[in-house]
């Protein structure tokens, strides 16, 4: 085989693919130097056994032990490979073999709760609501993007709805906190989530593995890869699978039927090409088909009876829904990532086109009542291009410098209606009139930006980064909205009422409306770095971010009909990275404060006649907290992650547009003031070379609101909570089959992950919300081959 790099192989983890992240309590930390001491021996026998294993094709004869040293972990967070532990900003990565062997991917949401102070709350495996510092959108429309950068690959995807596919065959996923404006691009005032699938090796044969999953509530999940040389020394290819079929753990008490079910099916392919020995070019497609069947949220009322004489059930496993409840989702990507070694220099260039097409209907009242449905056809298309040059990161001075371009066309229909007693299923003693509206949409964004990044070596243990970037962006729509005049509706087919209604039209819900503008944006850091060992390290990073303005184009009145400034964020953080006890320990921990300006916030409902719901900005607002994170081996068999997530916001200057009132001194939505996490695996070497694995972890958050306003309805918010949850493993010889148990929510805490204010018309009088539970205790098993 040629001697030419395979960037591609270079991700491979030394020695360990676990996540350098965690934060430890001083005792433990003290238990931990105490156990290194006592196995000294053992630990210098166990390096020796590693090392040679490392540098031999040769199987070991007896089982692989857990290693001695916590090893380095290399990622591309300032899109280049380096060390994590060297990189001057938070971030956690995560290895695809811990969550494929503690079963984390069935959503992308499920990766923030590994984080600190971060979260990702979703319904099902739709569209995750991107958490980081308090920083994020709760914005369901489409051309609305999260101000969490989520990547693919290196591919920015913009339609926060298409980030909650399933995450498998993984080589590791990294979560940036802080602005990442100037390498990662728009969007990212809050972080960026970097999504590394496992690329394809020249191995000599097939490898790969096939897992199979069973869990409660029929939750069924198949997955695997397979991958090797294709070509001799030239091509290289890697398919790979995931497909969820899940029965649903709903009973509808209005009908008897099973809700919430879900299929979801992806599939992967890569080929890796080695062109010559300086060039190569990666290309990756993948297809998503996403399904659900029946409703999983539910009215939930203080005083037991909530509108009409209804009564909901208590229990959560319990909806209640006539109207149709589905979703059938399509997504698709392809990019083509090139590396041209150019002398000293590499180039890089990555182009993409990713897509995603949805028709949903819903029970937008999520009761038996016909108070509302709802009807959606949308879609979206993205394209992207960018180019990178960068210098060898060990020079005294190094830089890297770039281009990017992104468009995106969005086109969708939506319609909601309340239909006539007596044509649809319903509960005795829905008293609403009829009712109809509809809305066209179209969105068109393109962007362009330059961008560059450069680091001075100023001695050895002195180094300054500083980086910038120049966005331009236009975005344009054409909105036209419908609505019936009051009282009267009709339809000339009620089987397509979304299509089909050709009453009369009118009123203040009736409007069109076309706007489009052009922002420019600069963005910028600035990152010392003071070495003061070879394992302690300390940095300040000043980041300024700007998340791109837009339009309420969910607007239901024109009083909503807001053009949003871009909200601004500077970002003052404070870092220490450290590795101790000859690798066993990783403390890293760090302080920061945010001066947030414009932030783009979702108002649910104002003091007017006819509640409103709005995208507007706030004009100040601010964060402090920090972070706390530790990794440990006390013993070789023994392994430990924590962390911990101090949190304070405060909107500072919070007035509702309209004359909705004042908010100052309301906390950020999904910003609870402590959060923590603790887990750790446990492994016992059996004599015939197998081993058994035991599991477990434990994460709190404290008390958080899902809204901005109002902040004082308790149905609207979730007190702390803890869950936890256990596993054990049953590996055999050089891990070849792993046979697991698992229980997830060990203690069946009842918890909220969502709520919404009932759907309702001006002054009639409700005495609840909508409520989405989170999922009780559930016990599993599953089996994985590897090849």
């Not at 053992?42 to 089982?63: F, L, M």
């Not at 003071?530 to 998340?547: A, L, P, Q, W």
């Not at 409103?612 to 530790?630: D, T």
């Amino acid at each position: 085989m040629p001697s030419h790099k395979k960037p591609y192989q270079s991700f491979i983890r030394k020695p360990i693919t676990h996540a350098v992240i965690s934060a430890l309590t001083g005792s433990l930390i003290i238990g931990v130097a105490y156990a290194a001491d006592e196995q000294e021996k053992t630990t210098n026998s166990a390096e020796t056994q590693t090392n040679a294993q490392e540098n031999s094709n040769i199987t070991p004869a007896q089982p692989k032990e857990i290693e001695s040293s916590l090893g380095s972990v290399v990622v591309t967070a300032q899109r280049r490979e380096e060390n994590a532990q060297e990189v001057p900003t938070a971030i956690s990565v995560l290895g695809g073999e811990e969550l494929q062997q503690r079963g984390i991917g069935r959503s992308a949401s499920e990766i923030l709760n590994n984080v600190p102070n971060s979260s990702a709350g979703t319904i099902q495996n739709g569209r995750p609501r991107w958490w980081i510092r308090g920083v994020g959108a709760g914005q369901q429309q489409l051309d609305f993007p999260n101000p969490i950068g989520f990547y693919i690959d290196d591919v920015f995807i913009s339609n926060a709805s298409a980030t909650g596919l399933p995450i498998f065959d993984l080589e590791r996923v990294e979560v940036l906190r802080g602005p990442q404006g100037t390498l990662w691009g728009k969007n990212t005032t809050g972080g960026a989530i970097n999504i590394v699938s496992k690329k394809p090796t020249f191995s000599e044969t097939p490898e790969g593995y096939a897992k199979v999953d069973y869990g409660s509530f029929g939750d069924k999940v198949i997955q695997g890869a397979v991958g090797g040389t294709i070509v001799d020394e030239r091509i290289a290819g890697r398919i790979s699978f995931y497909n969820q079929d899940l029965d649903g753990r709903f009973t509808n008490q209005f009908n008897g039927k099973t809700s919430g079910g879900v299929e979801d099916s992806v599939i992967r392919g890569q080929l890796l090409f080695a062109l010559t020995p300086d060039l190569d070019a990666l290309l990756n497609v993948y297809h998503r088909k996403y399904k659900t069947d029946g409703n999983v949220g539910t009215v939930y009322s203080r005083t037991g009876e909530f509108r009409n004489g209804y009564r909901p059930s208590r229990n959560i496993n319990h909806v209640s829904s006539n109207a149709e409840e589905s979703n059938d989702v399509t997504q698709n990507g392809i990019s083509l990532n090139v590396n041209w070694q150019l002398g000293k220099l590499t180039l890089t260039s990555i182009t993409a086109y990713a897509d995603y097409k949805t028709e949903a209907f819903t029970d937008t009242d999520n009761s038996p009542l016909e108070i509302g449905r709802g009807y959606t056809d949308a879609k979206s298309k993205q394209w992207t291009q960018e180019f990178r040059l960068a210098s060898p990161r060990e020079d005294r001075w190094n830089w890297l410098t770039g281009f990017f371009y992104f468009k995106e066309d969005i086109d969708s229909f939506t319609a909601a209606a309340r239909l006539p007693n007596g044509t649809v299923p319903q509960l005795a003693g829905s008293s609403q009139p009829v009712s109809f509206n509809s809305t066209d949409l179209s969105h068109h964004t393109e962007s362009y930006a330059i961008f560059g990044s450069t680091t001075y070596n100023f001695t050895d243990k002195f180094d300054t980064t500083l980086g910038a970037r120049w966005t331009t962006e236009e975005k344009e729509y054409n909105l036209n909205r419908l609505n019936n005049t009051t009282g009267t509706a009709s339809w000339s087919d009620l089987g397509s009422w979304w299509s089909s209604y050709n009453g009369g039209i009118g009123g203040t819900g009736t409007f069109t409306d076309a706007r489009s503008k052009r922002w420019n944006a600069f963005t910028y850091d600035i990152t010392p770095q003071y070495k003061i060992t070879e394992t302690d390290r300390v940095y300040f990073k000043f980041s300024r971010g700007i998340k791109s303005g837009g339009y309420n184009t969910a607007a239901a009145n024109p009083l909503a009909l807001n053009t949003l400034k871009p909200e601004e964020l500077n970002a003052y953080e404070i870092g220490y990275k450290s590795e101790w006890l000859n690798g066993r320990l990783n403390f890293n921990a760090n302080a920061f404060y945010y001066d947030y300006s414009n932030v783009q916030v979702n108002v649910v409902g104002t003091n007017l006649a006819v509640p409103i719901s709005y995208l507007q900005n706030v004009e100040k607002a601010s964060v402090k907290g920090a972070e706390f994170e530790v990794e440990a081996l006390p013993t070789n068999n023994l392994h430990l992650n924590a962390n911990i997530g101090i949190l304070k916001t405060e909107f500072e200057k919070f007035d509702i547009q309209n004359g909705g009132g004042n908010h100052d001194g309301n906390e950020f939505v999904r910003a609870p003031r402590w959060s923590a996490q603790l887990r750790g695996t446990y492994n016992i070497p059996l004599a015939n070379g197998s081993r058994v694995l035991l599991g477990a972890d434990a994460r709190y958050q404290g008390k958080q609101y899902f809204f901005v306003v109002p902040q004082d309805n308790d149905l609207l918010n979730q007190g702390a909570y803890t869950l936890v949850n256990a596993r054990i493993s049953y590996l055999t010889k050089n891990d070849k089959v792993e046979l697991t148990g698992y229980v997830n929510n060990l203690f069946d805490k009842e918890y909220r992950y969502h709520a919404l204010p009932a759907s309702a018309p001006a002054g009639t009088a409700i005495s609840g919300n909508t409520v989405y539970w989170g999922n009780p205790r559930t016990i599993g098993a599953s089996l994985t081959f590897r090849f």
